[in-house]
């Protein structure tokens, strides 16, 4: 099934309010699932021989993750008929510059430690953006793009703010242009067309340390499902155990009250 047919008519017609740059592009694509509508609004505006994507993604570990994300990107990217350019697999650098902010505390259940948590990964995760805007941006300005955009804006467990921001800051200090596009609104259009694609969709952001925030989300998520199952038992118990007991004492009536019609009946034949 093609692509076109997989997005419904709503979705282009959504997608078609998406005004991409008609520039010269290099588009930074984190995956595939999340390239598939930036791409499919690139080729909705005509712009589809005017860009091309770069993969550049030092954050993403272990290595084999890096080639699983890549191969399919790789794949989706020949059946378009896009372009593709290949960064380098800087893991140093990304642990030199990104890395050194660290990763979670590992406990559960603690609001002090959920909020360092949450002030951490915003700062890991806007050096990460900087470091990969800051390679985009210089790799279009020495292959002659005029403007760059990113696929991360569409995931609503990114910070869409700081990524657009970074962007805007990187295609400054290169004297180029930024498509900064928020994409959020369409996360569930590549989640369901991903899915139809059968594309491999990855369940961590990709640093080693959101391999561990992730499971640490999982277990969190665990953990209130199993609350709420235990209170809605309790709830269920608890109804059922008044519905017995209501049921007992109607029974009990009509008990008394077919004693008390057999005891008349049988004063009145006397
Ligand atoms: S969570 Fe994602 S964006 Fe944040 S540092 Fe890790 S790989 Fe980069």
């Not at 309010?17 to 791409?39: D, E, F, N, R, Y």
């Not at 959920?114 to 990460?128: D, G, H, V, Y």
């Not at 369940?203 to 998520?221: D, F, I, M, T």
């Amino acid at each position: 099934m093609t692509l076109d047919r997989l997005l419904t008519n709503m979705t282009l017609d959504r997608l078609n309010s998406i005004k991409p740059s008609t520039s010269k592009l290099l588009l930074h694509a984190c995956c595939a699932p999340c390239s598939l509508v930036p791409l499919q609004a690139i080729i909705n505006s005509g712009a589809k021989n005017q860009c091309s994507v770069l993969f550049y993604n030092p954050n993403i570990h272990p290595i084999e993750e890096y080639d699983l994300r890549l191969s399919v990107l790789r794949k989706h990217l020949a059946d378009l008929n896009i372009n593709l350019i290949v960064g380098s697999y800087d893991a140093e650098m990304w642990e030199e510059e990104v890395g050194v902010f660290g990763g979670p505390y590992p406990h559960l259940n603690n609001d002090v430690l959920a909020a360092n948590n949450i002030e951490l990964r915003k700062k890991r995760c806007s050096a990460c953006y900087r470091l990969r805007f800051k390679i985009l941006a210089k790799m279009a300005l020495e292959n002659g793009y005029d403007c760059i955009s990113t696929t991360l804006s569409i995931s609503p467990y990114q910070y869409t703010k700081q990524i657009l921001h970074e962007l805007n800051c990187a295609a400054n200090q290169q004297g180029i242009l930024a498509d900064a596009i928020d994409y959020s609104r369409y996360y569930a259009d590549s989640v369901r067309v991903s899915r139809e694609l059968g594309m491999y969709r990855q369940n961590y952001c990709g640093c080693r340390y959101s391999v561990a925030e992730a499971e640490l989300e999982r277990a969190e998520r665990k953990e209130i499902r199993k609350q709420t199952c235990k209170e809605t038992r309790k709830e269920i118990c608890k109804e059922t155990r008044k519905q017995a007991k209501e049921q007992g004492i109607k029974l009990q009536n009509m008990q008394e009250q077919e004693k008390a019609k057999a005891i008349n009946g049988a004063k009145a034949s006397k």
